[in-house]
C-alpha cells in the first residue's frame, strides 16, 4: 500500500548541502513528488547558533509510518545527526513526518508558522 507523507526539514549545519543530501536519498529511495521552497528561521530555544533553513517534502512510500519514522532517523544519521546534542541545538539534519496519508500527526504545525507556510506550499 502507498502512503503519502509530507516531512518537515531543518538545518543549520552546512544547511544547503545537508538539505540537497536529504533531498537526494528521498529522490534514490522513495517517491519524491514536491519540494517546498526554503525558509530561514531563528532558532528556538537556544539562540546563539545559526539560523535555520527549514523546508517541506511530499513523499510517496510504501513504508508503514512507524518504518517510515525509523527511516528519516537513520537518514539524519547519514548525514551525521549528533544526538547528545540539546534538543534545540544545532543539527546537521532534522526530518520529522509532518502529515501522512492526510491527517497532521505533528502538533507542532499549528505552532510554528514557517513549518505551515512550506507545509501548505506542496500539499
Not at 15 to 37: C, D, G
Not at 41 to 54: A, E, K, M, R, S
Not at 90 to 108: A, F, H, K, S, Y
Amino acid at each position: 500500500m502507498n502512503h503519502e507523507c509530507i516531512i518537515g526539514i531543518g538545518s543549520n549545519i552546512n544547511a544547503e548541502q545537508n538539505f540537497a543530501a536529504a533531498l537526494f536519498f528521498l529522490r534514490q529511495e522513495h517517491n519524491l513528488i514536491a519540494v517546498s521552497s526554503k525558509i530561514k528561521t531563528v532558532p528556538i530555544g537556544i539562540t546563539d547558533q545559526p539560523d535555520f533553513l527549514n523546508g517541506a517534502a511530499r513523499v510517496i512510500t510504501t513504508m508503514e509510518k512507524d518504518d517510515f519514522r525509523t527511516y528519516l532517523k537513520g537518514v539524519e544519521d547519514r548525514l551525521s545527526r549528533d544526538r547528545n546534542s540539546p534538543k534545540f541545538g544545532p543539527r546537521t539534519m532534522d526530518l520529522d513526518i509532518v502529515i501522512w496519508d492526510g491527517n497532521i500527526i505533528d502538533p507542532e504545525y499549528y505552532d510554528r508558522d514557517f513549518l505551515k507556510t512550506v507545509v501548505d506550499e506542496i500539499f
